[in-house]
């Protein structure tokens, strides 16, 4: 018996992106633990990754290419060799741009749980080949797109600062749960007597031992926002001199904040009154304050306005410019190898047609659309379980006419709708970068197993497809070096593998500054934000879908307990007869998902939640709750709206 340790990075879609120590014997992982050496993650990491040689020799593994064998969605397949599936793969392609010009291929990737490597070059050969653009608008772009327009390429703060704020508030964010190494900085802020403020329509882990905790209804943030916004004003807790100096369109934005009066807001949000009143008293006499704006608030049709809104808070009342004031936001955008921050070299002429994420399965059961997809590619993503409006999804995967391609590590719900499973690598098994979005870090990815059976890592598998179509060179390099040359000729930092993380980087309005050193509140209003779009009541409750501890989005859902029930509120479980465990339909004009109810006094009354990612085969029915999730787009960039379901729950 042999036995080995290898230190490696954490490229999962998480903010923490832990440094790995990773035990391998006889050629299989055996164990990982948090390595010391970042002083972000160092001394735990999380219970999900703890295990995860529980997916890299799981049962569920892909092991070799797969053709299928019976009906679309049967789950039956046949072992296929490397050479025939990518034949099979070059033939369905080549037949597509043959007969309707390569945007009907239609590559579905997110990557966002792969290496940067990864992420990025099966994106170039389709780019080059001219396919349909599908724009990454499922997570963080409306977020992102708030943030930018208001401060520009400013980073965030950076969390190990929090230890200096006496006031944090965690809006829509859950970091417990979804970047746990942030709560020992909350821990340390608070021993030194931080006041903690949660806005969150559950009463999450933080909230119960936050010192105030604002259960809005979801969507209502944006009101919440300006209502805290016109208290500041009236109270004269706007930082005029700060403002002055640093802040463009302040008048005129104030003016949107103006109608919103503290009894209006707190009818329209479910707070009261005095809540807001209170926290706007705080953010304006306790300093520094940093705002931790979570994604929870960007996924509905008001979401950009709230983000914006919310992020505007800190501008307003000058709490900027020292360690512990700002915005806490994401920083992966910081890592000088992030592709949103140099252009693509992979420009096609003329510039092929764009789908939103979020639209997809609309998009592929639309019969005027033209030229129709042929083949599908999907990688990364697992849009059966997490897309919107999952059943519209499910419709387009089973056209006879449109290819499958699916390149996954496990056999997932969308895997089985598959014409096509090729097996991929998980990041035991391949070299490449990872930068996280929740410190100032980039590190390493080390293969430390060979691959699984005969998978092959994203990287790979576009090197080879490149190589069918007559694409190589150094856009389509051979490893993670002339990867990173190539980044560097795309307009890339040439110093992209140093770590990023130097004792007092990022203070915002200090070592770091918007582009013009203001503040653009009137780059939102030119965007028509913000503005409260009101909630239409056909179906009484909201569900929200926040994220697990036993899985990162559908990740790990093969073998951590499932999860299919569907939280409510007493009174909401009452005033339907339901009592804890029964068995129950959640439904609304989209599909129905069967569930078991949990009463829990920690949901707000006419909020429902269940939980993201659960697989299907998990629930009662087969039904996973995307089904329930509208692919209607948010107000800034066309974001996801998940939080924006309406429901009735019913006993069966
Ligand atoms: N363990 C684990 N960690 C993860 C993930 C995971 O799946 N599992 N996913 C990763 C990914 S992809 C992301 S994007 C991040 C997400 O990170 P977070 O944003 O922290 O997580 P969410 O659970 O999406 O939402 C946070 C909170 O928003 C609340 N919320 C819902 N609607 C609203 C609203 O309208 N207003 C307000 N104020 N709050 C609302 C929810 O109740 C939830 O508690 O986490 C990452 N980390
Ligand atoms: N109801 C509801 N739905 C949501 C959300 C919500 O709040 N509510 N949140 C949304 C959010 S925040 C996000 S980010 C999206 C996430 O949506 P997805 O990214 O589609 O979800 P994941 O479950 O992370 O799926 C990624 C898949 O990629 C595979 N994979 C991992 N690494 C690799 C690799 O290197 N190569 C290949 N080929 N495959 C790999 C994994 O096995 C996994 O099946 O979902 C969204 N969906
Ligand atoms: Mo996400």
Request: proline share 8%; hydrophobic share 45%; glycine share 8%.
């Amino acid at each position: 018996m042999t036995t080995t340790e290898h230190i490696t990075a954490c490229p999962l879609d998480c903010p923490d992106t832990c440094t790995l120590s990773v035990t391998v014997t006889d050629g299989a992982v055996t164990a990982v633990d948090a390595a010391p050496g970042n002083p972000f993650t160092a001394g735990f990491i999380c219970q999900k990754v703890k295990h995860q040689a529980r997916r890299v020799h799981a049962p569920e593994r892909i092991h070799t290419p797969m053709l299928r064998t019976g009906p679309k969605g049967s789950g039956s397949f046949r072992s296929i060799s490397w050479d025939d599936a990518l034949d099979l793969v070059e033939a369905q392609m080549r037949t597509a741009i043959a007969e309707h010009g390569a945007e009907s291929i239609v590559p579905f990737l997110y990557n966002a749980s792969a290496g940067t490597m990864q992420g990025e070059l099966t994106e170039r050969f389709f780019r080059r080949l001219g396919a349909t653009e599908v724009d990454v608008t499922i997570c963080a772009l409306t977020h992102y797109l708030a943030y930018a327009s208001i401060y520009g390429d400013m980073h965030s703060s950076d969390p190990f600062d929090l230890e200096h704020a006496r006031l944090i508030v965690l809006w829509g964010a859950n970091p417990n749960v979804t970047n746990t190494h942030l709560g020992p900085h909350i821990v340390n802020a608070r021993r030194h007597g931080a006041k903690v403020v949660v806005v969150d329509p559950r009463r999450t882990a933080a909230a119960k031992r936050a010192d105030a905790h604002l259960a809005v209804l979801p969507g209502t943030d944006v009101v919440l926002a300006l209502a805290v916004t016109r208290e500041l004003e009236v109270t004269g807790g706007i930082d005029a001199a700060f403002v002055a100096a640093n802040v463009v369109g302040a008048e005129a934005y104030l003016d949107r904040a103006r109608p919103w009066t503290l009894d209006r807001a707190a009818e329209v949000c479910g707070v009261s009154a005095e809540a807001i009143a209170s926290l706007a008293h705080d953010l304006a006499t306790i300093r520094p304050a940093t705002i931790r704006p979570g994604w929870g608030l960007e996924r509905n049709r008001n979401g950009g306005s709230a983000c914006a809104a919310v992020m505007a808070l800190p501008a307003l009342t000058g709490q900027f410019g020292v360690p512990g004031a700002g915005l806490l936001v994401s920083l992966g955008t910081a890592a000088p190898l992030h592709p949103g921050r140099r252009p693509s070299e992979e420009r096609h002429d003329p510039a092929p047609r764009h789908v939103n994420m979020n639209e997809v399965g609309r998009f592929l059961v639309d019969p005027a659309v033209s030229p129709p997809a042929k083949v599908l590619f999907v990688q990364g993503a697992n849009p059966v379980v997490m897309n919107p409006n999952a059943n519209a999804v499910i419709a387009g995967l089973a056209r006879d006419d449109l290819f499958v391609v699916v390149h996954e590590q496990v056999m997932t719900d969308t895997a089985q709708w598959a014409d096509l499973v090729l097996p991929a690598a998980t990041h035991f098994e391949y070299d490449d970068l990872a930068s996280s979005y929740g410190s100032f870090t980039m590190q390493p990815v080390r293969a430390v197993i060979p691959p699984v059976g005969e998978a092959i890592s994203n990287h790979e598998l576009a090197v080879r497809l490149a190589a069918r179509f007559g694409f190589d060179g150094p856009r389509f390099p051979h490893d993670v070096d002339e990867f990173l040359a190539s980044v560097v000729a795309d307009g890339g930092d040439p110093a992209a593998t140093r770590v990023l993380r130097e004792p007092g980087t990022t203070v915002q309005f200090r070592d770091t500054a918007p582009p013009d050193g203001r503040a653009r509140l009137d780059h939102v209003l030119a965007q028509g934000l913000p503005r409260y779009d009101a909630i239409d009541e056909r179906f009484p409750l909201v569900l929200v879908t926040p994220a697990s501890p036993k899985m990162i989005n559908s990740i790990f859902g093969e073998f951590n307990e499932p999860d299919p029930t569907v939280r409510l509120h007493p009174d909401d479980a009452d005033a339907r007869g339901l009592v804890d465990g029964r068995a129950v339909t959640v439904r609304n004009d989209l599909g129905t998902v069967a569930a078991v109810v949990r009463v829990d006094p920690d949901q707000r009354p006419g909020v429902a939640a269940m939980t993201k990612g659960v697989w299907w085969r998990a629930m009662p029915d087969g039904v996973g709750v995307n089904v329930l999730v509208p692919d209607t787009l948010s107000d800034l960039g066309g974001g996801a709206c998940f939080n924006d379901t309406r429901v009735e729950v019913e006993a069966r």
